[in-house]
């Protein structure tokens, strides 16, 4: 089973976020902010992580950068979410160090989507002999 780390300070956005993931078939972390992601990572060393680049104590850009000085983390898939729409900013995210990004209020089809393409595709309840291995392993 794959584990994705949510780390968004909003408790709102963390619970629907977690409530689509785990629809899913994922196990889920949640972190308030990126001091604790930082720790939650460690902990429970996460597949991908959802990142919200708004967040107290340490924001999502300086929790990247944090992230990919550690050479165990270098690739670890690090998804932005954010409210900013801007031009420009899809770039300034890519460039700073997360490999995608996804704009609240986030879809569940896009989120779906790129989950997949750096966790592969996921097996649910369509296929419970799967699961039943993935959960006794
Ligand atoms: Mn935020």
Redesign the pocket.
Known sequence: MSKVLIA???PVNRELLRELLESRGYSVTEAGDGQEALRRIEESRPDLLLL?L??PILDGFATVRRIREHSSLATLPVLAITAYVMHGDRERVLASGFDGYLSKPIQSRSLFEELERFLGKHNNEQNPAARNAQAGK
């Open positions: 968004e300070d909003n919200d708004d967040m």
